[in-house]
């Protein structure tokens, strides 16, 4: 159920997310498209203003030089035109070419094409032409900075903006100038907006902010997950550690049971070797209780990352040479030889004795515990210096570990299939507890193992600096 669940949440995620990059997508295309529609009516429009602002300069330059002749515009029109009547008559021409398009026309036919004689960059009143187009812009909603470049009919540049800047120049506009005009006489202006970008995905700016929103959720989405499928393994490896330790109990229980009975029975004989022989009996598998007990109370003292640890300057050497000797006898009892290689010349690091007793005595432990049946046990412990730091080496060549199992020794309660299976008693915690303590000396430990053939531990410890 839970992995249903995290599949249906996971595709409703992944499809809200595409549908917002869908819906972002067709706002900043529509953007676009109604940004280059304006702009194209903008430009448009600017040029026609630029015709027309030449008519009328032209028709003002005739009705002040030429005053004289316009008797035959006059008549034309039905104007009674006087040399004292010129401003009036100016008047009604500005009137005519605003209102009139029937005049405008006439005007064109007649006048216009005269003045596109002149030169075409003579003709081109920059000025006027960036106002037109920055007021036709703004009139169209687009208040932007732009860059212009202007083109004769042969494709030369005659004029540029002053801060001409390329940014942006593959998405120029083009608007043919003096369209009217013969097609030698024509010319271009190309716009650019170095800000175009921007200013298309502002729109999306709300749709990217909750797209944004909607990453952060599916991120928390697989944490939770995540953490729900964490918590549900260390369920199962908690189960399996109190079926585990409900068998270590177990033994021992019965055991120190069956010893009290046959105490308590007056019905049978008991020498004095019966005696010692039961008590013990009692009394090793006390120890052995008491032992399983103080594992468990360790571990829980030391997830509070508040144990009092007694550093003191230690010679390492010293200390595994001891572990070995105590630990030879098991060793031998199972059959098996320790072989010491400590050839750290310089040995002493700042320990806790009894904790670093132990680290070196589980590794060992795990050992005689994980032996092969077919080959006799042979421990290595050796010790050398590098780099400034203790290295202490622990190998065996017993069962080995599987490279699956190996990234998780170090886990609490976890413990090899082998292990689950009764066949070697133990808890899950050893191992955790020697990574506990290396940590909490400032070293670090790290396992290496071959299926079949064994396991190493190796142990960088930082040397004691006087």
């Given at each position: 159920m839970i992995w249903t669940i995290c599949l249906i949440m996971g595709v409703c995620f992944l499809v809200l997310l595409y549908l917002q990059l869908k819906y972002a997508r067709t706002m900043i295309t529509v953007r676009r498209e109604q940004f280059n529609e304006n702009v194209l009516r903008s430009l448009d429009a600017a040029s026609r203003n630029m015709e027309r602002n030449e008519t009328m300069v032209y028709l003002q330059d005739v009705v002040s030089l030429y005053g004289d002749s316009l008797d035959m515009y006059s008549s034309s029109y039905g104007m009674d035109i006087s040399m004292s009547g010129m401003h009036a008559f100016q008047r009604r021409i500005r009137n005519a070419y605003i209102y009139e398009k029937e005049v405008l026309d006439e005007v064109i036919l007649r006048v216009l094409?005269?003045?596109?004689?002149?030169?075409?960059?003579?003709?081109?009143?920059?000025?006027?032409?960036?106002?037109?187009?920055?007021?036709?812009?703004?009139?169209?909603?687009?208040?932007l900075i732009f860059h212009y470049r202007v083109f004769d009919s042969e494709g030369r540049e005659v004029y540029r903006c002053p801060d001409y800047d390329p940014t942006g120049e593959e998405y120029s506009y083009t608007q043919t100038l003096f369209r009217n005009d013969p097609t030698g006489r024509m010319g271009l202006v190309?716009?650019?907006?170095?800000?175009?970008?921007?200013?298309?995905?502002e729109v999306a700016n709300?749709?990217?902010?909750?797209?944004?929103?909607?990453?952060?959720?599916?991120?928390?989405?697989?944490?939770t997950v995540y953490l729900v499928v964490r918590q549900r393994k260390l369920t199962e490896l908690k189960n399996d550690f109190v079926s585990n330790m409900t068998h270590e109990f177990k033994t021992p229980i019965s055991t120190i049971s069956i010893a009290a009975q046959m105490l308590s029975d007056t019905n049978l004989q008991k020498s004095e070797e019966t005696y010692e022989r039961l008590s013990g009996v009692i009394y090793s598998e006390t120890k052995r209780l008491r032992y399983q007990v103080e594992k468990v109370l360790q571990?829980?003292?030391?997830?509070?990352?508040?144990?009092?640890?007694?550093?003191?300057?230690?010679?390492?050497?010293?200390?595994?040479?001891?572990?070995?000797?105590?630990?030879?006898?098991?060793?031998?009892q199972n059959g098996g030889s320790i072989e010491t290689k400590l050839d750290a010349v310089d040995s002493v690091v700042k320990a806790d004795e009894m904790h670093f007793t132990n680290i070196v005595f589980?590794?060992?432990?795990?050992?005689?515990?994980?032996?092969?049946?077919?080959?006799?046990?042979?421990?290595?412990?050796s010790t050398w210096n590098e780099s400034g730091n203790l290295y202490i080496q622990i190998s065996d060549n017993g069962i080995g570990i599987q490279k699956d199992n190996l990234k998780r020794i170090f886990d609490k309660f976890y413990r090899v299939h082998t292990g689950n299976t009764h066949n070697v008693k133990g808890s899950g915690l050893g191992l955790a507890y020697v990574r506990k303590m290396v940590i909490l000396h400032g070293g670090k430990i790290k396992a290496t193992s071959e299926f079949g053939k064994g396991t190493s531990f190796m142990i960088i410890l930082p040397l004691f600096k006087k």
């Open positions: 094409y005269a003045s596109s004689e002149q030169a075409f960059e003579k003709r081109v009143d920059k000025d006027f032409l960036v106002q037109s187009i920055r007021r036709s812009l703004r009139n169209n909603g687009i208040d190309s716009v650019h907006f170095p800000n175009l970008n921007r200013y298309v995905l709300t749709i990217f902010l909750a797209l944004i929103f909607t990453l952060i959720l599916f991120v928390t989405f697989l944490i571990m829980s003292l030391y997830d509070g990352d508040n144990i009092a640890l007694k550093f003191l300057p230690l010679d390492a050497n010293e200390l595994i040479d001891s572990v070995v000797q105590t630990f030879n006898i098991k060793v031998v589980n590794l060992m432990d795990n050992a005689v515990k994980y032996k092969r049946d077919d080959v006799a046990l042979h421990l290595e412990v």
